[in-house]
C-alpha cells in the first residue's frame, strides 16, 4: 500500500445528529474512490463502516469506525462517529486525532438538537470545522432553514461555499469557490460541469464576494490583495479558506446528497487541496509540557485514541502517529509504564476488514494488534522517557448502577469482562463501594447501559443484572446521653465481668473539653470513613484498670463500624468513660469489650441519633429557555441553588443536591431539555437526611434485618 507525507494525508470525523447521513457519505467516498465497486446501505446492513451486530440490530451507528480513501493523490482517513452522544467517548476519540472535522446536517431537520450536542465538543476543542448539509435531493429538504438554523448555531462563521438548485427537474449544486453549476443526473454520479445559469449569477456573486472577504480576514498579506485586486484567484482563496479553518473561526458550508453521490467528489477534492492537513495543526503538548511536533525527521510518538476486542483478532489498538514514522517490528516504550511493546504488524483498517503495511507516517492513523501493557490514551514513544501526550478527558457516567452476575458463579468472570470493556471504552466508569460491597457501573445513558449489556452477553458470554447503587450513609448523634451496661457471665471456673459507665456527646471540631469529668486520657480517632471518635478516660479511683481501656474502646469502634440505625458508619462523636466495676478474678478484655460496645449502643440511640446523607456539588448547563422546568426538578429533588451564571444562550447552575437523588437524574433532565442539559457533580460532604426520609430508612433496614 502506497505510503503518503504527512501533507498529503487528511483526517477528518464525520460528526453530527442521529440520521444526518455519515456512515452513508462515508460509503459513497470510498466508492467515488473506487475503493469498493458497490455500495452499502445502512438498510441493507453491509456499510464498511457498520459492520457489528449490535449496530446491525440498531440500525446506526454505534462505534467509530476507521476507513480510509485515496483522492487525486490524497490519502483521507475517515472516522465514522456515532450520532447520540449516549456514545461522546467514541466521538470525542474521534475529534481529537481528526485534523478536519465534517459535521453533516440532515437538510430535512438543519441544525437540530443533536447537531448542537456535539458541535459543543468540537467547539470546545477548536478544530478545523466544515459543514456539510446532506439529503438536499429529499423531497422535505430546506436548505435554506438548514443553513439559518446552522448560521444561529456557530455565528456567520458558517459560510456557503455551494448551494443547491433544481434546473428542468435535475438537482444541481452551484459553487460560489470555483464559480462553476455541476449538474447531475437523477442518479448521481459524475456531474456536467455548467456555467451558472444566468438568474442565479447575481447571488452566486455575491456569495462569491462574501467568501473572498471571509478568506482575506485571515491573512495581512491577502487582505492587502484584496484592497489591491478587489478579488482573490482560486489558490489565494483556498489560502485564506485553510487560515480560517485552522483559527476555528471559517466554517465552510457544502451540500450533498450521499445516498445519490451527488457532490462527494467536489467534498473529497476539497479536503484535500483546502482543509488542513496534520503538518498544518499545532504541536501536541505532553504532560511534562514539552510539545510533539509533527515532523518526519523527529522521534517516533504515538497516541492511542481507541482499543477494541474482537473475538477473532484478540485486542486492536488504534493510534495516530504524532511523529517521526513507525515500522514493522519497531520497539517503542509506553510513557506511562515505561514497558516496551514491539509493533510485530501494522494494519490500515476499513471497518473489519484490516490491510497489512509495513511503514505509517507522521499523521496517519493506523493499528496494531496484541499489545500487552497499552491502553487507551497511553503514548507509544522512541524513548521511555520521552513525553505523554496529554490524555482526551472523558466526560463523567451519568447513569451509575450496581452490577451483579445473574448466576453467581460467573462473578469473576463478569469483573474479569468489565475491566475489558473499560479498557476499550472510557466512558464505563468502574468502582467498587467497599462500604455497600457494591461492583457500580457508570454509562452515559440507558442506551450506553443497553449496549453495554449487549456487549456483555454476547461477547463475553455473562448475563449481569443492574440495580439502583446502595447510598453510603453516615450515623451520628445531635445531643449528649449516658448509659451503662454490665456484662457478666458465669459457667464454671473462671467467668466474664465489666461494667462500663459512659457519657456521649456530638464532636466538632474546635469545641471545648468536657466538664465535671476528671480527665486522664485522651485519644483522638481518625475513622478511615471520616469523621472523628474522641476518646477519654475518666476513670477515678482504679475502679476500672488502665489495661482495659484499650479493650473498651475497640468494643466502640466496632459498634461505629456498624451504627444502630442502618448498619452504616458512624462519625462525629466523643465518649468520656467516667466509672464502672471489675473482678479481680472474672474481668477480662473480652468482658470489657463487650461492655463498652453495648452500653455506647444504649447510649448512641438515646442521643438523637440522626442518619447523614452524601451531598454532591452539582454544575449545569442548561439552554436558557428550559431553566424553569430544570430549576423545578431539581428542587422536587431537594437540591440547593447556590448561584447562575450566563453563558452564550445558556444557563449556568450551581447547586448541591443529594446523592440519593441522582439515581435517575441524567434520564429526567435529557427528557426535560431533550438532551441539551450537561452536568459533571464532585462530591461536597454530608448533610442530615430529613426526618420522614429517615423513618423510612430505618424501617426498610429493620425489614431487612427482621
Known amino acids: 500500500m502506497k505510503v503518503f507525507d504527512n501533507k498529503h494525508i487528511k483526517n477528518v470525523a464525520f460528526v453530527g445528529a442521529h440520521r444526518s447521513g455519515k456512515t452513508t457519505l462515508s460509503e459513497t467516498m470510498l466508492f467515488e474512490a473506487g475503493l469498493i465497486n458497490r455500495r452499502g446501505t445502512v438498510e441493507q446492513q453491509n456499510t464498511v463502516s457498520d459492520y457489528h451486530e449490535f449496530e446491525h440490530r440498531r440500525g446506526a451507528s454505534v462505534f467509530a469506525t476507521p476507513l480510509h480513501t485515496e483522492w487525486r493523490n490524497y490519502k483521507i482517513n475517515i472516522i465514522d462517529t456515532p450520532g447520540l452522544d449516549d456514545f461522546i467517548g467514541e466521538i470525542m476519540s474521534s475529534i481529537r486525532v481528526a485534523d478536519t472535522i465534517v459535521t453533516v446536517i440532515n437538510a430535512k431537520h438543519g441544525a437540530d438538537i443533536g447537531t448542537e450536542i456535539i458541535w459543543n465538543y468540537v467547539d470546545k476543542y477548536h478544530k478545523p470545522t466544515l459543514f456539510v448539509i446532506n439529503k438536499i435531493d429529499s423531497e422535505k429538504a430546506n436548505f435554506e432553514m438548514s443553513y439559518n438554523s446552522l448560521k444561529e448555531l456557530v455565528g456567520n462563521n458558517a459560510v456557503l461555499v455551494q448551494y443547491p438548485i433544481k434546473i428542468d427537474g435535475a438537482q444541481c449544486i452551484i459553487d460560489v469557490l470555483k464559480m462553476k453549476c455541476y449538474k447531475f443526473g437523477p442518479d448521481g454520479g459524475k456531474p456536467e460541469k455548467l456555467p451558472i445559469p444566468e438568474d442565479q449569477l447575481d447571488y452566486a456573486n455575491q456569495l462569491h464576494n462574501e467568501l473572498v472577504e471571509k478568506a482575506a480576514e485571515n491573512d495581512e498579506e491577502l487582505m492587502e490583495l484584496y484592497f489591491e485586486k478587489g478579488t482573490l484567484n482560486e489558490e489565494e482563496l483556498r489560502k485564506g479558506i485553510k487560515l480560517g479553518m485552522l483559527n476555528h473561526d471559517f466554517f465552510p458550508v457544502f451540500c450533498v446528497s450521499a445516498l445519490k453521490d451527488m457532490g462527494t467528489g467536489r467534498l473529497m477534492g476539497f479536503i484535500d487541496n483546502v482543509a488542513p492537513a496534520a503538518a498544518d495543526l499545532k504541536p501536541e503538548q505532553t504532560l511534562e509540557g514539552d510539545l510533539v511536533k509533527p515532523e518526519v525527521d523527529a522521534d517516533t510518538s504515538l497516541f492511542v485514541f481507541k482499543t477494541i476486542y474482537q473475538p477473532n483478532l484478540g485486542q486492536i489498538t488504534f493510534f495516530k502517529v504524532k511523529s517521526g514514522e513507525v515500522n514493522v517490528n519497531d520497539k517503542l516504550f509506553n510513557t506511562r509504564t515505561g514497558e516496551s511493546e514491539t509493533l510485530n504488524q501494522l494494519y490500515i483498517m476499513d471497518g473489519k476488514e484490516k490491510h497489512t503495511v509495513q511503514k505509517l507516517t507522521t499523521g496517519d492513523i493506523g493499528a496494531t494488534t496484541k499489545l500487552k501493557y497499552t491502553e487507551t490514551n497511553d503514548t507509544l514513544a522512541t524513548k521511555a522517557e520521552a513525553g505523554t501526550i496529554k490524555p482526551i478527558k472523558f466526560p463523567q457516567p451519568r447513569l451509575v448502577k450496581a452490577v451483579f452476575a445473574e448466576n453467581s458463579s460467573d462473578e469473576e468472570k463478569l469483573s474479569e469482562a468489565l475491566k475489558r470493556i473499560h479498557s476499550q471504552d472510557l466512558t464505563v466508569d468502574l468502582s467498587y463501594n467497599t462500604e455497600t460491597h457494591q461492583t457500580l457501573v457508570g454509562t452515559q445513558g440507558e442506551l450506553h447501559l443497553a449496549t453495554l449489556t449487549w456487549i456483555l452477553e454476547n461477547i463475553y458470554d455473562v448475563k449481569a443484572r443492574f440495580e439502583a447503587p446502595k447510598i453510603s450513609y453516615r450515623e451520628t448523634i445531635q445531643r449528649s446521653a449516658t448509659a451503662n ?177 441522582l439515581t435517575d437524574f441524567s434520564t429526567q433532565l435529557r427528557s426535560l431539555t431533550q438532551g441539551r442539559a450537561t452536568y459533571s457533580t464532585k462530591f461536597e460532604g454530608y448533610a442530615s437526611v430529613p426526618n420522614h426520609i429517615q423513618k423510612e430508612l430505618v424501617k426498610e433496614q429493620e425489614l431487612i434485618t427482621t
Request: hydrophobic content about 35%.
Open 485 to 661: 451496661y454490665r456484662h457478666k457471665k458465669q459457667s464454671g471456673g473462671s467467668g466474664q465481668f465489666g461494667q462500663v459507665h459512659l457519657k456521649i456527646e456530638p464532636y466538632y471540631e474546635g469545641m471545648s473539653e468536657p466538664e465535671g469529668f476528671s480527665i486522664r486520657g485522651r485519644e483522638e480517632v481518625d475513622l478511615p470513613w471520616d469523621g472523628k471518635l474522641v476518646f477519654y478516660n475518666c476513670i477515678v479511683g482504679g475502679v476500672i484498670d488502665q489495661r482495659y481501656l484499650p479493650s473498651i474502646l475497640k468494643g466502640i469502634l466496632e459498634v461505629m463500624d456498624s451504627g444502630p440505625l442502618t448498619k452504616s458508619y458512624i462519625r462525629d462523636v466523643r465518649v468520656m468513660v467516667y466509672d464502672g466495676k471489675m473482678h479481680a478474678v472474672d474481668s477480662n478484655d473480652i468482658s470489657f469489650k463487650i461492655a463498652g460496645s453495648h452500653a455506647f449502643r444504649e447510649a448512641f440511640l438515646n442521643a438523637n441519633p440522626k442518619l447523614l446523607e452524601p451531598v454532591d456539588q452539582m454544575i449545569l448547563c442548561v439552554p436558557e429557555q428550559m431553566v424553569g422546568n430544570v430549576m423545578t426538578e431539581l428542587q422536587s429533588r431537594r437540591a440547593i441553588i447556590q448561584g447562575i451564571d450566563t453563558e452564550v444562550n445558556y444557563q449556568i447552575l450551581k447547586c448541591t443536591i443529594p446523592s440519593a437523588e
